[in-house]
């Protein structure tokens, strides 16, 4: 098992970037798959990006491709999630998720953490 938790969120402008990061706990976490995914008020929790076990492979949906960046320290058991030129509709709060397998195709994730705001103002 793995508990997740986030952190870097906040308020920014518009244009502006955030890191957002997600700490895990136990000796297990390269053995787990990494994903970012977003709810903004009233809609859908949607997946943002994925990262396999090593990092060497990534995901990006179409929301934030070309302004994020997903990355991972195994060595630190902290996934990374940076976002650049930052919209009024990115706002949301942003959440990290783990599971054994790193697929591109599927939104079912075994672990979850708390979530962080994101508030980008224009």
């Known amino acids: 098992q793995v508990q997740l938790v986030e952190s870097g969120g906040g308020l920014v402008q518009a244009g502006g970037s955030l890191r957002l990061s997600c700490a895990a706990s136990g000796r297990t976490f390269r053995s787990y798959a990494m994903g970012w995914f977003r709810q903004a008020p009233g809609k859908e929790r949607h997946l943002v990006a994925t990262?396999?076990?090593?990092?060497?492979?990534?995901y990006y949906a179409n929301s934030m491709k070309g302004r994020s960046t997903i990355s991972r320290d195994n060595a630190k058991n902290t996934v990374y999630l940076q976002m650049n030129s930052l919209k009024p509709e990115d706002t949301a709060v942003y959440y990290c998720?783990?599971?054994?397998?790193?697929?591109?195709?599927?939104?079912?994730?075994?672990?979850w953490g708390q979530g962080t705001q994101v508030t980008v103002s224009s």
């Open positions: 998720a783990a599971r054994s397998y790193y697929d591109t195709t599927t939104v079912v994730y075994d672990y």
């Open positions: 990262i396999d076990r090593s990092g060497a492979l990534t």
